[in-house]
């Protein structure tokens, strides 16, 4: 029985990819590493200054909202004796308040806990949202353009009918053949006679060629979010050290000058905190976009459900809470590194030795 | 220094570029993951009792591993899509 079902489960794969590249033919999947803007709000000709509310923006305050809601659904009746949803919601909370002052212990767990709770379930609850079905499905429909900042070097023909746009099935799909294009205005002009053969080619009566802006796009897919992220864990660790050692004692971590060794070692450590930076954002940041490709590149390989989508999805499921939970695990552990001063660590570590002696 | 008899277009040895980034990156986090699990299981057997305690600091080792490969993953996409 066991055998006739993987058979079978193997033969109905083989038979959708067949289904999919040989009928259906969806087109490739335009892969896009910044959050696409979708309302430009304030224009001051630098792309760095401009303000556009992007769609990984939008999702951000839709996953907030949501949150919200939830928290204020699960509180509205308070119980000494919890039941239902307000039960549920009361063991995670609780989860992590153990998990917390398990790592931290009591004082500075009560101080840590809403930072690093917040941290967990806000990427977790993200990032689960984006795997829902709505997400990087449906938007706005935008015309390639030949300018060499916004150009994507394949397009999607689109049926022109306005409103919201989906990728159908059947859409056809473009690669523009501009490898030997050259940079700068000429470049341009290369740019825009490959569209413009590819569109006399490919399109037809109310056709275009273009590429979609997804409405709803995972959160942590666009560096920006990530990135704000770490910064916001990186610094209230630096204003938790501070306020802890005092601000000189806090600064004595960095900059030493009791003996060469400890000059050096306050440098690793000052290196150590952009580096903090850095490897927070990237980690989630990777494992999310790496996600997204890998569930977009399957689903355009086999567009009809299969086992193979449903093992990457539990996988990605997987992925999201665990990234979530060692964003904020590392932001605990990295707080718990800035509170303690360096003799105190030591003695802290003897304490814990002698405890577990103890025991 | 031309290659005889083989034309390398700019396109293949970008993908060439990709690929080695991300086969060569995804070694030594490999590497790492494997030894730090294998150890936490021997710690484990050891010791049942600490159970969630090792867990939770394989994890994080584990998210330290990785985040390396994650680096390589990144430039890998980098090269792929976006040069």
Excluded at chain 1, 27 to 49: R, S, W, Y
Excluded at chain 1, 50 to 59: A, C, H, M, P, Q
Excluded at chain 1, 218 to 226: C, E, H, Y
Aim: one cysteine or more; charged letters at 15%.
């Amino acid at each position: 029985m066991k055998r006739l079902l993987i058979l079978g489960g193997v033969a109905y794969t083989v038979v959708t990819i067949g289904l999919t590249i040989f009928v259906l033919k969806p087109p490739q999947p335009i892969i896009e590493i910044k959050g696409e803007p979708l309302i430009h709000v304030a224009d001051f000709g630098n792309e760095m200054l401009n303000f556009n509310i992007t769609n990984t923006l939008l999702t951000a305050w839709i996953a907030t909202a949501l949150l919200i809601v939830i928290s204020l659904v699960a509180v509205r009746r308070r119980k000494l004796v919890p039941t239902g949803f307000y039960n549920a919601f009361e063991a995670v909370i609780e989860l992590l308040y153990d998990f917390v002052t398990g790592i931290a212990g009591e004082k500075n767990g009560r101080r840590f806990f809403p930072l690093v709770a917040t941290l967990l379930i806000y990427i977790a609850f993200a990032n689960w949202l984006s795997l829902t079905p709505i997400f990087n499905t449906f938007g706005v429909f935008e015309p390639v353009h030949a300018e060499e900042e916004k150009f994507h070097e394949s397009a999607v023909v689109f049926k022109d009918s306005g409103g919201i746009h989906l990728i159908n099935p059947g859409a056809g799909f473009v690669e523009f053949e501009v490898a030997d294009c050259a940079s700068g205005e000429e470049g341009d002009a290369c740019r825009e006679h490959a569209i413009e053969t590819a569109a006399s080619e490919k399109t037809g009566e109310g056709e275009e060629l273009g590429v979609l802006i997804p409405y709803l796009r995972g959160i942590n897919t666009d560096l920006m979010t990530p990135a704000s992220f770490a910064l916001v864990s990186v610094l209230t660790i630096q204003w938790w050290g501070i306020r802890s050692l005092g601000f000189f004692g806090y600064a004595g971590k960095f900059i030493n000058f009791s003996s060469p060794i400890n000059f050096f070692v306050g440098l690793l450590e000052s290196v150590a905190e952009f580096a903090k930076l850095v490897s927070f954002s990237f980690r989630l940041f990777g494992n999310m976009l790496a996600g997204e490709i890998l569930l977009l590149v399957m689903t355009f390989l086999i567009a009809l459900c299969s086992p193979l989508l449903v093992i990457f999805y539990g996988l990605e499921l997987f992925v999201g809470l665990i990234q979530a939970f060692v964003f904020a695990a590392l932001t605990l552990v990295f707080a718990m590194g800035a509170v303690t001063s360096h003799d105190e660590h030591e003695h802290g570590e003897e304490a814990a030795h002698s405890e577990a002696a103890a025991h | 220094m031309i290659i005889p008899l083989l034309e390398i277009s700019d396109a293949a040895l970008k993908y060439v570029g990709a690929a080695m980034a991300i086969g060569l990156g995804a070694l030594g986090p490999g590497l790492g993951i494997g030894i730090l699990v294998g150890k936490a299981m021997e710690a484990l057997g050891r010791n049942p009792e600490a159970a969630p305690v090792i867990q939770t600091n394989m994890i994080l080792g584990i998210a330290f591993a990785e985040a390396i490969a994650i680096y390589a993953l990144v430039v890998a996409i980098m090269v792929g899509f976006v040069f």
